[in-house]
């Protein structure tokens, strides 16, 4: 029966292929959330996910959900709320605001993974240049949003909030058709949910992603603060 790492020190991460298939990509148990070690899991398609009372755990579930930006999908009623315009959007100027509204509770859940060791170790990779957020913003008000982390041309989706209709969705609009006029080739959606399926995203074999993670990863990074984005036609 397979069991689960412990990692202690400075301890590479396994490889991936030995993660478990229930729970589905559950990989190694133990570990910090320093930069060094965040960044060298990124790199390899795991990412760290527990709550509360768990040690920290690191996943990289198959066959894994991915969105590619050029597949995105508008529905007429999104594209026609984008056309209006009632929203601002945002790149990287509220990073923290919109970890914390991410992990403000959410209707059905009684707690969250987005705890305070977590948002300091992500608030670290936004100031240096890994992490990014876009966020939506009505009459000076943060409304929807999303944050995630990039390495080359590859971005790794984390969390989203919505706080009007379709906030979140206007977010990830845009930040699709920025990430493909930069040419970004992946969005990391780890699970898979109806919610993403519906945004286009869908699920390919882990080695297929971890391939092409590796050609992505190896592109020179963009800037670390993101300027917002320009006005796009939708």
Same mark, same amino acid.
């Given at each position: 029966?397979?069991s689960?790492?412990l990692? $202690?020190g400075?301890l590479p991460? &396994?490889p991936?292929? /030995?993660a #478990?298939? $229930?729970p589905?990509?559950?990989l190694a148990?133990?570990?910090?959330?320093?930069? !060094?070690r965040? /960044?060298?899991?990124?790199?390899q398609?795991?990412f760290p996910?527990?709550?509360?009372d768990?040690?920290?755990l690191?996943?990289s579930p198959n066959? %894994?959900?991915?969105?590619l &930006?050029?597949?995105?999908?508008i529905?007429a009623?999104?594209?026609k709320?984008l056309r209006k315009?009632?929203?601002e959007? %945002?790149?990287?100027?509220?990073? !923290?605001q919109?970890?914390r509204?991410?992990?403000a509770?959410r209707?059905?859940?009684?707690?969250?993974?987005i705890?305070?060791?977590?948002? =300091?170790?992500y608030?670290e /990779?936004?100031r240096r240049?890994?992490a990014?957020?876009v966020?939506?913003w009505?009459g000076? !008000?943060?409304?929807?949003?999303?944050?995630?982390?990039? #390495?080359?041309?590859?971005?790794?989706?984390e969390?989203?909030?919505?706080r %009007?209709?379709? =906030?979140?969705?206007i977010a990830?609009?845009? /930040?699709?058709?920025?990430?493909?006029?930069?040419?970004f080739g992946?969005?990391?959606?780890?699970?898979?949910? &109806?919610?993403?399926?519906s945004?286009g995203a869908?699920?390919?074999p882990?080695?297929?992603?971890?391939h092409?993670? $590796?050609?992505?990863i190896?592109? &020179?990074n963009?800037?670390?603060?993101w =300027?917002?984005p320009a006005?796009i036609?939708f």
């Amino acid at each position: 029966m397979k069991s689960i790492f412990l990692i $202690q020190g400075d301890l590479p991460f &396994p490889p991936v292929a /030995l993660a #478990l298939s $229930q729970p589905n990509g559950l990989l190694a148990a133990g570990g910090d959330l320093s930069p !060094e070690r965040l /960044l060298e899991a990124y790199r390899q398609g795991i990412f760290p996910w527990f709550n509360e009372d768990d040690p920290i755990l690191w996943w990289s579930p198959n066959p %894994r959900m991915v969105l590619l &930006p050029r597949e995105f999908k508008i529905s007429a009623s999104l594209r026609k709320i984008l056309r209006k315009g009632a929203f601002e959007v %945002r790149f990287d100027s509220a990073f !923290e605001q919109v970890m914390r509204a991410c992990a403000a509770p959410r209707e059905g859940q009684s707690g969250t993974w987005i705890l305070e060791d977590m948002i =300091a170790a992500y608030c670290e /990779l936004h100031r240096r240049g890994y992490a990014h957020s876009v966020e939506t913003w009505m009459g000076g !008000e943060l409304v929807g949003g999303l944050y995630g982390m990039a #390495l080359g041309k590859m971005f790794y989706g984390e969390s989203m909030f919505s706080r %009007r209709a379709n =906030a979140s969705k206007i977010a990830i609009s845009h /930040l699709c058709q920025q990430l493909e006029l930069w040419d970004f080739g992946m969005i990391d959606c780890q699970m898979n949910t &109806p919610h993403l399926a519906s945004l286009g995203a869908r699920e390919i074999p882990r080695d297929v992603f971890i391939h092409r993670l $590796q050609e992505l990863i190896h592109y &020179p990074n963009l800037p670390s603060q993101w =300027a917002s984005p320009a006005p796009i036609i939708f």
